[in-house]
């Protein structure tokens, strides 16, 4: 295990608005940065696009997340070999991956019922962790506005995994 590098990743799903109210499905963009804890930077960025086995990319969901249903037919690829990916270009289980929130269960959840194996073992909720180290008690606080809230800089669009990734590995490098 390597204690010195942490995997930060983020995933998008296919998202709907059904009633005012968001629903997701499977999982169609994976975002990675992975930070060198000694060095105190980041050291190496990915960006995977799955290609959805049921589900379908809304209209919803392109204008949130930028992701479109072309980009997927032709940069997506199934949710096995975008893991293979991830354990051959960041490590897999030799690493520890971090998220903010429980991005570990969604992906968990999609790989056991997909038959894949969990491309890690070790993870970080880092939202979690955020909360206890600012006493936030039960009170939320999305990564956005915990970020400025350290007066890190937000780059990017949100809500694309690639970019989500890269900031959360900024602010993660203040946390840890």
Known sequence: MNYNRVVCFDLEMCCWNVDGKGTT????????????????????????????????????????????????????????????????????????YASWGRDDLILANECQSKGIDMPFNEFIN??????????????????????EQKGIAWEGRQHSGYVDAYNLAKLALEML
Do not use: W
């Not at 880092?126 to 606080?141: E, F, G, S, W």
């Open 126 to 147: 880092l939202a979690t962790l955020y909360r206890v180290q600012n006493r936030l008690k039960d009170k939320r606080i999305g990564h956005r506005a915990a970020q």
């Open 25 to 96: 499905g499977e999982i169609i963009e994976v975002g990675l940065a992975e930070i060198d804890l000694a060095k105190g930077e980041i050291v190496k960025r990915a960006q995977y696009y799955v290609k959805p086995e049921k589900d379908q990319v809304s209209l919803f969901c392109s204008e949130l997340t930028g992701i479109t249903p072309r980009k997927i037919e032709k940069q997506g690829r199934p949710l096995e070999e975008v893991i293979k990916s991830m354990i051959k270009n960041f490590g897999g289980p030799n690493k520890i």
